[in-house]
């Protein structure tokens, strides 16, 4: 049976606009018309018109840096994910695993779990050394598959569509930009969301 835990490292800004929660719920008075119009959308260009022209959301949204990275000790095998949030300044850790998943589900449910911790939306820079995560974002390939019921253009599955649908879900609530950045570089926040993800995988053996 596969298991899974989250841990959260709150460093210290809890009034700082962060929380730990399954979904992400807010109060602007347009967000059904926005939530709906973005899922149907099929780019992150799209979904940004949707939100300025519905009330104008944007223009209040927090700027929050995230940091994420995922590995899996065997693919597939136990793994481990990691995320640094920043805003204002101030700083959030969130990590987990499972015993059994493969690095790019640790990948994805890193992404997921940073942006599910907000508690309102906000506009995000995501950093993430994924290229299966960030091209199929800013490529729009994720659009395409889903368009398609999951499936590429060669006929066969996407892999992970559940984790794919819960990702396109949180990207409709906030104003996220994907950027890719050389894994075991030096990055600092990268080398970080690296060691909590070694870290949580290290939990379920080698």
């Known amino acids: 049976n596969k298991t899974a835990v ?121 950093t993430s050394d994924s290229k299966y995560l960030t091209d199929a974002i800013t490529k729009g390939w994720v659009y395409s598959w889903k368009k398609k019921g999951w499936k590429k253009s060669d006929g066969k599955a996407v892999l992970n569509p559940d984790l794919w649908e819960k990702l396109m879900s949180l990207l409709a609530l906030h104003d996220v930009t994907f950027v890719w950045v050389k894994g075991h570089a030096g990055h600092p926040y990268n080398e970080r969301c690296d060691a909590m993800a070694q870290s949580e995988s290290g939990k379920y053996g080698e």
């Open 6 to 126: 989250r841990e959260v490292r709150f460093l210290s800004f809890q009034s700082y606009g962060f929380g730990y929660s399954a979904f992400v719920k807010y109060n602007f008075s347009c967000r059904r018309v926005a939530k709906n119009a973005a899922l149907r959308s099929e780019s992150p260009e799209n979904r940004r018109c949707c939100r300025l022209t519905c009330g104008g959301t944007e223009n209040f949204m927090k700027q929050v840096e995230i940091y994420t990275d995922g590995s899996c000790r065997r693919n597939p095998g136990p793994g481990g994910w990691g995320a640094v949030l920043v805003y204002g300044g101030r700083e959030m850790e969130i990590c987990g695993g499972e015993a059994a998943t493969t690095n790019n589900r640790m990948e994805l449910t890193a992404a997921i779990e940073a942006l599910s911790a907000l508690k309102e939306p906000c506009r995000v820079t995501l």
